[in-house]
């Protein structure tokens, strides 16, 4: 099994590093273990694959693309699932569904995680891994699944462990199936990704190609449903339905753990290292052929990913601490080169996660940790909550009324925050050790929310209904009363 060296054992590694070995098929890895610690009431043993039926009493996974499978990518369709880190294949932080307006707290308690990961959502269930041991140890970073509506635990399952490996990170949740990796560590370790079954957690497939990616670079999914990975100095189109790759191209991410990508339409994005700083670069979607690049950013290092409006606006956030080059970047595509529409000054930030509202509105950290609403022709700020400084790693979502959801990223001071699309404060709570485990909004509007320790946590309003059409024909309401039990 082929490893990356690693430059440095934690952290960030920046871009010095090695080329990248052969790939290696994950065949040689040990099976899944399925866990059931103290407490633990549903989880599944067994082998099962991911063919096998659903339990009694459960709905089948899908294993078709449906009209649901599309909803967010490429900014069309309805998105009421939160897929990947970012929400959309554009990463744009939007959900379709109306999240909570108060905080009308669902369920809340979960298994104990020492920190906080990104959830997916994907219809009624809720992904999570829950991490008890730092390091590299085989049984101490679970892949969770949760009842989205009642919060019941539904499996949890370790994934193939070798040594070496580090902590499981989940990259994606679609059409039956939820995707994870033990690779990272600031690309210091290659892994493959797994596929395993939303039903029971078995394994369906593991990559033929290892990635390096891990939680913090997130990963976006094609209209198929193909995986596109961000590594340090490869960007891959990994096929949802047996994990080999489609294809693979060369890039040079900045600093590791930062090098997710967006999709749009027929292209991908990622943010790359260039000589004076950084560049956009354009991907073609079916063939991974690299077309061309933005205008050179000034910089240094760079911590966050592109992000793509509904119109195709490809936006960056390119910060290092510097006030002369911390700038959020508009750009145009225009089918043949990148036109820089706006750049405006913004906050240093890592990690984050960016939203745009439902009329195209940018939501940003303006200098000084300002929380703004910029218009989206022009970069200009049409309304401001107030400095708060203690955003340096945050993400954000939006719902369809514009409502903004926000985690500042923190630790001993992490917090969500929800704000009006005018940016007046709604609500906001205490979520120690937050980290990127929040937000994540699914079907009739549930926010979930991640902490340490036992604190999981779904908020929903009571009456709270779908916004998105649960079937193809378009024709649910979430209103049952109409309902008729005769045969057409």
Known sequence: MSRRVALLSVGFVLVLALSPTGPSAAGDRPGPSVVAPAGTTGVRLGGASSDAGPAPGEPPAPVAPSPEAARGAGGTGCNDAWRHAGGTPGRDGRSDELGPATA???????????????????????FMVRQTAFGSVPDGSPVVAMDLASGAELWAVHIPYE??????????????KVYASRAGNGSSVSAPLY?????????AWGSADEVDAGGYDGVV?????????????????IRAADGT??????????????CGAATFGDAVYVADAAPGGHVLVRFDLATGARQYESPVMTGFTLQNTPFVGADGTVYLVRTQNNVATDYLYAFEDTGTGFVERWHVAAAWTTFSESALGPDGAVYAFASGYELVRLDPATGVPTATAGLLPDCASPRMATDGDGRLYLGNGGFAAGRLRVFDAALQPLWDVAVPNLNIGAPAIGRRGTLVVCGIGTDVRAYRAP??????????????????????GATP
């Open 195 to 203: 596929a395993l079954s939303q039903v029971d957690g078995a394994v």
């Open 163 to 176: 040594s070496g490996d580090w902590t499981t990170w989940i990259a994606a949740a679609d059409r039956g």
């Open 245 to 258: 790759t489609a294809w693979g191209a060369d890039r040079v991410c900045s600093v590791s753990s930062s």
């Open 463 to 484: 009456d709270a209904l779908p916004a998105c059409a649960l079937f193809a024909d378009g024709f649910e309401t979430g209103d049952t009363s109409r309902w008729s």
């Open 221 to 237: 999914l094609a209209p198929d449903g193909d995986l596109l990975v961000g590594n340090f100095t490869r960007l891959l189109r």
């Open 104 to 126: 009308e707290l669902l369920w809340s308690g979960g298994r104990p995680s020492i920190i906080a990961w990104q959830p997916v959502v994907d219809g009624e269930r809720v």
